[in-house]
């Protein structure tokens, strides 16, 4: 099921093959990686928000070499834990879509995992990395 909501109107949206759209025709472009920026250009307040593309790098290259798969391996057990039936899954600051990656790959039931993040150059890589149903650059 898509959770998503129009931020002009909130009204629900309807996923197209390259768009999403509601029914007041406010339209949002998917990027070829597959996110949806639903950030209101009035509601962004700097060019680029969030992590720059030098960040997003040196982060992907810190948590591939494992420091923080404990903590992801906990979280994943947890969550697997707590749920009894499919869900949908939204990680609030996703970043590169690490932890949201790993919790895909452990879960034993068919989850939706969203990903929000307010920097475009995470969300492109958790994206691309196919990490998430769909990244959203919201909020
Ligand atoms: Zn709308």
Not at 40 to 46: A, I, V
Request: include cysteine; proline fraction near 4%.
């Amino acid at each position: 099921m898509n959770p998503l909501i129009c931020p002009v109107c909130k009204n629900a949206l309807i996923e197209a093959i390259s768009s999403y759209r509601c029914e007041q025709n406010h339209v949002f472009d998917k990027a070829r990686s597959g996110y949806v920026n639903l950030l209101l250009p009035n509601r962004k307040h700097s060019k680029e928000p969030g992590d720059n593309k030098e960040m997003v790098k040196n982060r992907e290259a810190f948590l591939t070499k494992g420091y923080y798969t404990k903590i992801s391996d906990l979280l994943n057990q947890e969550i697997a834990r707590a749920s009894s039936r499919d869900m949908n899954i939204l990680d609030v600051g996703c970043g590169n879509g690490y932890y949201l990656r790993r919790l895909k790959q452990n879960l034993n039931k068919p989850s939706d995992c969203w990903g929000v993040d307010i920097s475009k150059e995470a969300i492109n890589l958790a994206a691309k990395k196919q990490t998430i149903s769909i990244g959203l650059l919201a909020i």
